[in-house]
């Protein structure tokens, strides 16, 4: 089965905890503080290859969490990294958060890889906390937690040429033909519902990658017959060969085909309704196709469109056709990378913004501090020790929590809650 796009849920490993120890051998009494660091977590990695061809595996599983950083321990022990979770995925596909619709990643080479979530920090043990005026720390720093995020996964081929125009035009056919792929082809429409991609060789020369993209009806652009589905695939190619039947054997206007499928496609993007065409009238073997082919070239070429006389059927005018292709190519400019993707030689990914370490919001009369560093903070506090307590205020100062508190107006005496202790706060 053929799956595109996916929404997963991803969890980055949480890092160990630091451990509160006190060295304890024989005639050492007091050895002094030997907590070790926590572990890591692991990071959730995408990878891409060549080998996939469809994201049906993401499909049915929706969660992935990456192993947890274990804890320190005595003697100055650091707890074991989390081993990293590395998720492969098809060539061209597309990484983005959710929220926001951000991309994270674009990987268009086999081997590239993105860390989408990065596993959290190991607390330091109590061992790191010593100094000159408090010889025994008895408290720890909590592990950080691993990012978590709802990420979406999109795959676009990678193809140079794209051939597109309405259900049942002979795309497919033209495919198999050039390439020697072999698509499913029927006199029906709809017959191609999932896109198809083959190599044309030109004796000599270079080849390139030709996608026979499904065919495109009204209203393509907002969703209509899974255009979405389909659309998405011409995004990456450089040049579209409009493929039109001349026939009239559906009983339409290829005319009218042709203005139709390009408006859905400038709906869908104004960057796909400027790139390149070249026309294909097909099925000019059958009979009644002399007539139109004539209106067809008449009107299209009047507007500097190429238009090439081909049959899929008989193999007729496709050489033409596709030598044309590989000069326009040539020609034509690599894609560039998309925005906000930095591109170095192993990856490209988006660089999150770090996390404010706390906010203030005053609650009826409590002044409430919040924030993720803010509660791993305080798990690490021992409230029922002093030197601990002097710890947590010479932090809480030097972090700017108190200047913040002065700026809100705070009084002598009135209560300031930071993570689930409340405090009576003193000059």
């Known amino acids: ?74 003697n100055n022990r650091t707890g074991k990294n989390g081993e990293d979770l590395i998720l492969k995925v098809p060539v061209g596909t597309v990484i983005k958060d959710s929220e926001g619709d951000i991309v994270i990643a674009d990987l268009t080479a086999t081997g590239q890889r993105v860390v989408a979530a990065r596993g959290g920090k190991g607390g330091r043990g109590n061992s790191r906390y010593k100094s000159s005026v408090r010889q025994a720390p008895t408290f720890a720093e909590r592990g950080y937690e691993g990012e978590e995020k709802w990420l979406v996964l999109e795959l676009k081929l990678l193809a140079d040429v794209g051939l597109i125009g309405f259900p049942n035009v002979g795309k497919s056919t033209i495919l198999s033909v050039v390439t020697g792929a072999k698509p499913k082809i029927a006199n029906y429409p709809f017959t191609t519902l999932t896109p198809n991609l083959g190599v044309v060789k030109l004796k000599g020369r270079k080849s390139f990658v030709l996608a026979d993209i499904p065919g495109l009806i009204e209203g393509a652009h907002q969703g209509v017959g899974l255009g979405h589905d389909f ?59 002399r007539e139109l082919l004539t209106q067809v070239k008449a009107k299209l070429e009047k507007e500097g469109y190429e238009v090439f006389e081909v049959s899929a059927a ?47 919001e005053k609650v009826g009369d409590v002044f409430v501090v919040k924030g993720n560093w803010v509660d791993r903070f305080m798990a690490g506090i021992n409230v029922d020790r002093d030197e601990s307590l002097k710890y947590f205020q010479k932090v809480i100062r030097k972090r700017g929590i108190v200047d913040e508190l002065k700026k809100m107006g705070i009084r002598e005496g009135d209560t300031v809650r930071i993570g689930q202790t409340e405090f009576e706060y003193l000059e």
């Open 1 to 74: 089965m053929f799956v595109d796009i996916v929404k997963i849920h991803t969890v980055a490993g949480r890092g160990g905890h630091g451990a509160v120890s006190f060295r304890r051998e024989k005639y050492i009494p007091a050895g002094g503080p030997d907590g070790g660091d926590g572990g890591r977590g692991g990071d959730i990695i995408f990878e891409a290859d060549s080998g996939i061809k469809t994201l049906m595996d993401f499909r049915y599983k929706k969660c992935y969490r990456a192993v947890n950083g274990q804890n320190g321990a005595g």
């Open 314 to 360: 008989t193999n007729t005018g496709l050489d033409r056709l596709m030598d044309r292709a590989l000069k326009m190519l040539d020609s034509l400019e690599e894609p560039k990378a998309q925005e906000n993707i930095e591109d170095t030689k192993k990856m490209r990914y988006y660089r999150f913004e770090p996390e404010k370490p706390f906010t203030i």
């Open 231 to 289: 659309l998405r695939h011409i995004e990456r190619t450089r040049l579209l060969i409009h493929v039109l039947d001349v026939s009239g054997s559906e009983g339409r206007e290829p005319l009218e085909d042709f203005r139709q499928v390009n408006h859905e496609l400038e709906k869908y993007s104004s960057k796909l309704a400027t790139r390149p065409q070249l026309v294909a009238a097909n099925k000019t073997d059958l009979p009644g196709a």
